[in-house]
């Protein structure tokens, strides 16, 4: 008998837990990806819905689960995936394995290069300037989910897709159908994507009337009607549906949950305000430390027996891996549960990680310093203008983010 079929037939499954462990608390980490770091890595684990999966907790480990050849996402289309959503949720290139996902990935990468991003810089400290002129002028308290954290990232994303900011409140809106788990009834889910695909499909044929127009959604048009092998009708209308969803949904939360960890840090506030250089490093260290999502998702599936964490994954096992656990891996960050704006090495996985990697990643962290840095220059007084208990926290949704925000400077 060979070691592999030994470790194979003596593999010993633990009982499932029910997962996520706890009802999200504003963005604190529930305690219990610590003890399993540290006594049980990889667990066995029982969503709402769908089969069991192993749970990756170390960084280590969900650095493989992501990044390795030999998990794949594309047999979650088949199977039924562990989740948090009645439905599957819709996940667009998340759904897609090499080379398919590498086909679609090409398409969009070059819109989101360090180089293209940073071009973008100047006008996207613009659009923040404006937006906190015209909090400023209707006075506090304000509302900074609604006056910047929202307008800012949507109208970043509308120009460079090519898409109307007058159409903004529709198709925000409709964006939450593919972050809501229970936030809205599955009809509804339904009825706002299809809303969504049809709203892109309307400004797809616009720009076929146009094809003139310089945007990255005339590029797309282009690639599809110039090479039809490299992109079909269909793919072409949720790509870019996707990349008009998720290129605003999760900044537009980020910028308050990295302002509210702020506030709830006020000596790394004070740093950052007497030093606003530190700004990069603060955006990439909030990346690690705030916990975004309420659960992990996406699971990867085996494509043929893994040992990851010192257990043994069999083929066509899914696996599921904690980003939030990962970044607050001691082994790889001093002190994980502690805010630290000096941190050196930052190695987070707030992009995730692997082929996966978030595409928006530049964008994302791009919009996100020049949100930090103008409220913490132009805003030096900034604070909640309501009591942190009365703060009201999303629901039924992927992603953990505030409500509202009421401040006041």
Known sequence: MTESAQTTESRTVPPARSYPFSVPDRLV???????????????????????????????????????????????????????????QQYSGMLTLDPPDHTRLRRLVAKAFTARRVEALRPRTQEIADALVDD????????????????????QVICELLGVPYADRDRFHIWSEAIVSTTSLP?????????????????????????????????????ARDENQDRLSETELVELAGGLLAAGHETTVTQIPNFV??????????????????????????????????????????AKEDVEVGGVLVRAGEPVLGSLSSANRDGTVFADPDRLDLDREQNPHLGFGHGVHHCVGAQLARMELQVAVATLVTRLPGLRLAVPEAELEWK???????????????
């Not at 007497?274 to 599936?301: H, I, K, Q, T």
């Open 395 to 409: 629901r039924g949704m992927l992603v953990r983010g505030l409500l509202g925000m009421p401040v006041a400077w």
């Open 260 to 301: 509210y960890v702020l506030l709830q840090n006020p000596g790394q506030l004070a740093r950052l305000r007497a030093d606003p250089s530190l700004v990069p490093a603060a955006v990439e260290e909030l990346l690690r430390y705030v916990p975004l999502g309420v659960g992990s998702s996406f699971a990867r599936y």
């Open 135 to 154: 909090m400023v002028r209707l006075g506090p308290p304000a509302d900074l989910v609604e006056h910047v954290a929202t307008p800012l990232p949507i």
């Open 29 to 87: 980490v529930d305690p219990t990806y610590g003890e399993l770091r540290e006594n049980e890595p990889m667990t066995r684990v029982k969503l709402p819905y769908g089969e069991e999966a192993w749970l990756a907790t170390r960084y280590e480990d969900v650095r493989t689960v992501l990044g390795d050849v030999r998990f794949g996402r594309a047999p979650a289309v088949q199977r039924d995936e562990p989740r948090l959503t009645p439905r």
């Open 186 to 222: 599955m009809e509804t889910i339904q009825e706002y994507l299809n809303s969504l695909w049809g709203y892109i499909g309307d400004l797809v044929a616009e720009r076929r009337r146009e094809p003139g127009i310089d945007d990255l959604l005339g590029a797309l048009v282009r």
